[in-house]
C-alpha cells in the first residue's frame, strides 16, 4: 500500500473514530434517552428506569469504540502500514459484536 492510500484510509478511519466519540460525549449529556441501533426505536423516558445511567454506560461504549479504532490505527501504522487495514479489521470484528452484547445487557438492566 502506498503512502497516500495509508494517509486516506488514516484519515476516513480517524474521522470515524472522531464521530463515535462525539456521539458518545453527546450521549453523556443528553437529558433523554441514546439510541443504539439505527433501525431499533430510541426509548422513551418512561421506558427506561434510569436514564442518566442509560445515557453514560452509552456514552461511555462510544467513547471507548472511538479510542480502540484511534489505537487500532496506530498499531497498524506503527508496527507496519500494510498491516493497518488487517488491524482495523480484525479489531472492529471483535469490537462491534462486543458492543452489541453490551447494549443488550443495558437494555435488560435499564429497559422496562
Known amino acids: 500500500m502506498n503512502l497516500g492510500g495509508i ?9 470515524y473514530a472522531i464521530v463515535m466519540s462525539v456521539l458518545g460525549i453527546c450521549a453523556l449529556f443528553s437529558k433523554k434517552p ?3 441501533y439505527q433501525f ?3 426509548p422513551s423516558e418512561q421506558e427506561i428506569t434510569d436514564v442518566s445511567a442509560w445515557n453514560r454506560k452509552h456514552g461511555i ?3 471507548s469504540y472511538g479510542i480502540w479504532i484511534s489505537i487500532l490505527i496506530l498499531c497498524g501504522l506503527l508496527i507496519e502500514s500494510s498491516l493497518l487495514l488487517v488491524f482495523v479489521s480484525i479489531g472492529l470484528l ?9 447494549h ?5 438492566k435499564y429497559h422496562i
Do not use: Q
Not at 494517509?7 to 480517524?14: M, P
Not at 443488550?104 to 435488560?108: A, Q
Open 61 to 63: 461504549m462510544f467513547i
Open 94 to 102: 471483535f469490537a462491534l459484536p462486543t458492543m452489541i452484547v453490551y
Open 104 to 108: 443488550s445487557i443495558l437494555v435488560k
Open 7 to 15: 494517509i486516506l484510509i488514516s484519515s476516513i478511519l480517524g474521522f
Open 40 to 42: 431499533e426505536k430510541t
Open 34 to 36: 441514546c439510541g443504539f
